[in-house]
């Protein structure tokens, strides 16, 4: 079963920085994508960002591009998530996801972190 293992979220004002990351327990297929989504407060869970293993492409939804880089790390089967000129509308519970080549759905996602909470004050 894999394991997604996230961490580095936590407060920050608005205008700030914090960098997610997420270790995969097991090795990620060329075929699969691996990335965040996240879930704001009373708000359903979206997609943010992801990386298509086999090629490093990456994707991002509207709202976070030109803020939002995702990485890969040096270790094997972990991603970064730099989320530079954050804003209190970010605020949100960002789990990391392994899915399939183009996931962005959350019907497409086959595992799931647990969960790592980003506050941005204002």
């Known amino acids: 079963q894999v394991q997604l293992v996230e961490s580095g979220g936590g407060l920050v004002q608005a205008g700030g920085s914090l960098r997610l990351s997420c270790a995969s327990s097991v090795r990620i297929s060329s075929a699969a994508a691996l990335g965040w989504f996240r879930q704001a407060p009373g708000k359903d869970r979206e997609f943010a960002a992801a990386i298509r293993w086999g090629d490093g492409s990456t994707y991002y939804t509207d709202s976070v591009k030109g803020r939002f880089t995702i990485s890969r790390g040096n270790a094997k089967n972990t991603v970064f998530l730099q989320m530079n000129s954050l804003k209190p509308e970010d605020t949100a519970v960002y789990y990391c996801?392994?899915?399939?080549?183009?996931?962005?759905?959350?019907?497409?996602?086959?595992?799931w972190g647990q969960g790592t909470q980003v506050t941005v004050s204002s």
């Open positions: 996801a392994l899915g399939p080549y183009g996931m962005g759905l959350i019907g497409d996602v086959d595992s």
